[in-house]
């Protein structure tokens, strides 16, 4: 077979295999971006840590994903680590008031079902502080409860979203995106949290 058949040949398989790949995006194509940019992993570990908690769960996978990508081996610049970016000193009041046993450093944290349960718990202490406001309770998680607190008194004598009252722009947008994530989690995996109260 000469070499003009073989390639006439391989661009007609790749043609076909493009074919394909169109009819799937068209057919599902929104669907699969959206599951590629909203990675849903460690399912046990999420829906027993939601309800050990009583954090919905589609909040915690919506957290996770905007902290790490469902990526359990991150550590940020601020000492911050696993799937829901826990701070080994913040783990360790939680972990202490949890029973569990043993240091909370970055090999403890890196266990993904000790890192969402302890980041879960300390998300559950952070809306009982404000009154169970899932913003003002985002909002100290990624900026500090000094900063939320502080935040919290503005937003009482203010109007509109927390948002507005925020004053670190990456918060700001940490809390809408959160939430925003939320509403995509519940529509793309609708049945894997059946149980979660909507």
């Known amino acids: 077979m000469t070499r003009s058949r073989i390639a006439g040949r391989l661009w007609l ?15 599902r194509g929104p669907d699969l971006y959206q599951r590629f940019t909203h990675p849903l992993d460690h399912q046990d570990a999420i829906a027993v840590a939601a309800a050990e908690s009583g954090i919905d769960p589609y909040v ?4 996770i994903n905007a902290e790490s990508g469902f990526r359990d081996d991150v550590v940020s610049n601020a000492g911050a680590v696993g799937l829901m970016q826990v701070l080994p000193s913040t783990a360790d009041a939680v972990a202490t008031r949890l029973h569990i046993k043993g240091t909370m450093n970055t090999a403890a944290l890196s ?11 300390y998300l559950a202490e ?38 507005a009252t925020v004053d670190f722009p990456e918060t700001a947008r940490y809390v809408d995106e959160v939430r925003a994530q939320i509403a995509a989690y519940r529509e793309l995996y609708p049945d894997t949290f059946a149980a979660a109260p909507k």
Do not use: C, F
């Not at 404000?130 to 000094?146: C, H, K």
């Open 13 to 27: 398989v790749v043609l076909a295999l493009a074919v394909v790949v169109a009819a799937i995006a068209a057919w």
């Open 111 to 121: 266990v993904p079902e000790t890192n969402i349960r302890v980041g879960a718990a």
């Open 126 to 163: 952070l809306l009982g502080r404000y009154g169970d406001s899932l913003d003002l309770a985002l909002a100290a998680y990624n900026a500090g409860i000094t900063n939320a607190d502080r935040w919290a008194a503005r937003w009482k004598r203010a109007e509109g979203p927390l948002s």
């Open 60 to 63: 915690l996978a919506a957290i």
